[in-house]
C-alpha cells in the first residue's frame, strides 16, 4: 500500500490556493489580471467581495483597528475611514469615488495600512481579540 502524500506544498492550503497576505500582493502588483483598473474604488469592491468570499473573516477587525487609529467613534465603513485618516480633508459625504488626481495615494495607503492590521491581528496568537479588546475598552459608554 503506498502512503499519501499531502497535498499541500504551503502549510495546511492546496496547491493554487494562496493567504490573504499573499493574494493582497498579487492585486496590489497586477491589478490587471485580476480585472481592476488600479484605482481605489476598485480595490475596495474587488476586497468587499474577497472579504465576502470568506464569510467576513479576511476583512475582519479591520473596521475598529482603523477606528482604533483614528482615536474616536464613526458610523462610516473602513474604505471611508482609509480616505479619513489619508485624506482628512476629504468631504464626507463625497466619500472616495471623486478622489481622481490622489487614487496613487489612496491605493498605496490601503495597502500600507490592510499590512499594518494583518501583522497587528497575526502578530500574537490572541492579536484579532486584542484589537476588539482594545475596541471595546476604548469605545465603551
Given at each position: 500500500?503506498?502512503?499519501?502524500?499531502?497535498?499541500?506544498?504551503?502549510?495546511?492550503?492546496?496547491?493554487?490556493?494562496f493567504?490573504?497576505?499573499?493574494?493582497?500582493?498579487?492585486?496590489?502588483?497586477?491589478?490587471?489580471?485580476?480585472?481592476?483598473?488600479?484605482?481605489?474604488?476598485?480595490?475596495?469592491?474587488?476586497?468587499?467581495?474577497?472579504?465576502?468570499?470568506?464569510?467576513?473573516?479576511a476583512?475582519?477587525?479591520?473596521?475598529?483597528?482603523?477606528?482604533?487609529?483614528?482615536?474616536?467613534?464613526?458610523?462610516?465603513?473602513?474604505?471611508?475611514?482609509?480616505t479619513?485618516?489619508?485624506?482628512?480633508e476629504?468631504?464626507?459625504?463625497?466619500?472616495?469615488?471623486?478622489?481622481d488626481?490622489k487614487?496613487?495615494?489612496?491605493?498605496?495607503?490601503?495597502?500600507?495600512?490592510?499590512?499594518?492590521?494583518?501583522?497587528d491581528?497575526?502578530?500574537?496568537?490572541?492579536?484579532?481579540?486584542?484589537?476588539?479588546?482594545?475596541?471595546?475598552?476604548?469605545?465603551?459608554?
Amino acid at each position: 500500500m503506498t502512503e499519501r502524500t499531502s497535498a499541500s506544498g504551503f502549510g495546511d492550503r492546496r496547491i493554487g490556493e494562496f493567504s490573504f497576505r499573499e493574494h493582497l500582493e498579487l492585486i496590489r502588483t497586477r491589478p490587471g489580471m485580476y480585472g481592476l483598473d488600479g484605482s481605489y474604488g476598485d480595490y475596495v469592491t474587488y476586497l468587499y467581495g474577497y472579504d465576502a468570499g470568506t464569510r467576513d473573516g479576511a476583512l475582519l477587525g479591520f473596521r475598529e483597528w482603523l477606528l482604533l487609529k483614528l482615536g474616536h467613534h464613526s458610523s462610516f465603513v473602513w474604505p471611508r475611514l482609509v480616505t479619513e485618516l489619508v485624506l482628512p480633508e476629504a468631504s464626507p459625504g463625497r466619500g472616495y469615488r471623486d478622489l481622481d488626481e490622489k487614487q496613487n495615494s489612496m491605493v498605496k495607503a490601503l495597502f500600507r495600512l490592510l499590512g499594518e492590521f494583518l501583522h497587528d491581528r497575526d502578530a500574537e496568537r490572541d492579536g484579532l481579540r486584542s484589537i476588539f479588546r482594545d475596541y471595546a475598552l476604548h469605545f465603551r459608554e
